[in-house]
């Protein structure tokens, strides 16, 4: 068994949710035959899920449904020093989560058809993202 870990860095993007698989692939290590890639985000105003990889109409109305659960400029908000986008970005990575764990199987992930890797950007101009990559697994993999 082997466990590696790298730091995947992602380009900024603007808010909203963006598919990133591609990207994050291209950086990680070789993967095993079999194990786990999991993904950690490092950083509070962003999230990390899995999603429609084929339709960008999806990516827009998850926009839209995490905007309608947590609408910005809210009175009883008292985190606003960083603007009326911080506070709600915050929660909106609580309800996305920071991580995930995928599958590996024949050394490549083992998503679904139609899933996909989404960066869940929260901030209107969030920067540079950061994730840590642990990869565990057997066979292949450059063991």
């Not at 950086?27 to 993904?39: D, E, I, T």
């Not at 950083?43 to 995490?66: K, Q, W, Y």
């Amino acid at each position: 068994m082997t466990i590696r870990q790298t730091e995947v860095r992602l380009a900024p993007r603007p808010r909203g949710f963006h598919l990133v698989t591609r990207e994050v692939m291209a950086q990680l290590p070789p993967l095993p035959r079999c194990g786990l890639v999991h993904l950690f985000v490092k950083h509070t105003s962003c999230g990390i899920c899995l999603g429609e990889n084929a339709d960008p109409d999806v990516r827009r109305d998850m926009e839209t449904v995490f905007n309608r659960l947590v609408p910005e400029n809210r009175p009883e908000y008292t985190h606003t020093l960083e603007g009326p986008d911080d506070m709600p970005a915050h929660a909106k990575s609580a309800l996305a989560g920071v991580s995930l764990t995928l599958p590996v199987t024949g050394g490549r992930l083992n998503l679904g058809t139609w899933q996909g890797i989404y960066l869940c950007e929260f901030r209107n101009h969030g920067g540079p993202r950061a994730l840590v990559a642990t990869v565990v697994g057997e066979g292949g993999g450059d063991e």
